[in-house]
Nanobody
């Protein structure tokens, strides 16, 4: 079992920055791929960025050049640095992890609000 806890969400003005964190515990050693998803009201949950155990990353087109995903393998923590935030980035952001058996785990989500 893997437990994921997100933090770092909040309210920011357009153009501002936030850094999300996702701390993994439990069988964190078994995690292969991790990712950040987001879900805005009335919309489906979408992948924002992903990172493999080898450090390969992928990003949604809508956030390329503005968001950076990273992972601290010693601390078992994943980060999402979000710069140049736009109102359309507002959503609940969820941390996701897939372990080596193919099981998926989700965090509880953290709210990001972007408004002036």
């Amino acid at each position: 079992q893997v437990q994921l806890v997100e933090s770092g969400g909040g309210s920011v003005q357009p153009g501002g920055s936030l850094r999300l964190s996702c701390a993994a515990s439990g069988s964190a050693f078994s995690i292969n791929r991790m990712g950040w998803y987001r879900q805005a009201p009335g919309k489906e949950r979408e992948l924002v960025a992903g990172i493999t155990s080898g450090g390969s990353t992928n990003y949604a087109d809508s956030i390329k050049g503005r968001f950076t995903i990273s992972r601290d393998y010693v601390k078992n923590t994943m980060y999402l640095q979000m710069n140049s935030l736009k109102p359309e980035d507002a959503a609940v952001y969820y941390c996701n992890a897939e372990d080596v058996r193919g099981f998926f785990y989700w965090g509880q989500g953290t709210q990001v609000t972007v408004s002036s």
